[in-house]
């Protein structure tokens, strides 16, 4: 069985700060895990993925996010926030041999103040 | 780039009228498949399917069916419709690759009185 958790419903973060955005996972292999971003009214929209080898991750917009096998964690990062990153944001994750479909978490809900 | 297309943005439906929802991509994916997104729940899968006339019951299908008739074509047909099923509707496609990206389509938002 495969599961994740994104344990904010929301964050709330100044512009211009460094924004992270949880994200763990349980497979009983190993994982394929994706970050995808929702605008209001809109589906989701690829941000990035770890498939293998390096474990820093970086993706559209600035955004970036670490893979931890030892903590089972894939956090989304982006170093300066900007108002236009407030979004929900899903984090979703296959095991590399098991179903081809894959478990989302509830979403995080990220609010970049001005 | 590829495109995702669901037939409507917003729909308001009666109780009880059946209701068809289009998805169509143009990426030639074998695997579509169907969300329903409801505040606090995030994504619930409906059904998938991994090729043509093939489906599989995801978390929540009842009260729903879906047709696969041709590859690039997903529909999603609600029978009889309830107030319940009132929610934002996602299609999604993806190669038949577990490391593939899924590709969302717009949304439908359908509201049923």
């Known amino acids: 069985a495969q599961s994740v958790a994104q344990p904010e419903d929301q964050v709330n973060v100044a512009e211009g700060n460094p924004l992270t955005v949880k994200c763990t996972y349980s497979v009983s292999g190993n994982p394929y895990l994706f970050w995808y971003v929702q605008y209001p009214n809109r589906g989701l929209q690829f941000l990035l993925k770890y498939i293998t080898g390096d474990n820093l991750v970086k993706g559209s917009y600035g955004f970036e996010a670490e893979f931890n096998k030892s903590q089972t964690s894939f956090h989304l990062k982006k170093p300066s926030a900007l108002v236009s990153d407030s979004a929900l944001y899903f984090c979703?994750?296959?095991?590399?041999?098991?179903?081809?479909?894959?478990?989302f978490g509830r979403g995080t809900s990220l609010i970049v103040h001005p | 780039d590829v495109k995702v297309t669901q037939s409507s943005r917003y729909l308001v439906k009666r109780t009880g009228e059946k209701v068809f929802l289009e998805c169509v991509q143009d990426?030639?994916?074998?695997?579509m498949f169907w969300y329903r997104q409801d505040p606090g729940l995030g994504l619930r899968l409906i059904y998938f399917s991994y090729d043509v006339k093939m489906k599989e019951k995801g978390d929540i299908p009842e009260g729903y069916s879906v047709s696969r008739e041709k590859k690039e074509r997903f529909s999603l047909i609600l029978e009889s419709a309830s107030t319940n099923q009132t929610s934002m509707y996602l299609c999604?496609?993806?190669?038949?690759?577990?490391?593939?990206?899924?590709?969302f389509g717009p949304g439908t938002r359908l509201l049923v009185l």
């Open positions: 979703a994750v296959r095991d590399i041999a098991g179903s081809y479909i894959p478990t």
């Open positions: 990426m030639d994916h074998e695997n």
């Open positions: 999604a496609s993806s190669f038949a690759d577990r490391a593939k990206t899924q590709y």
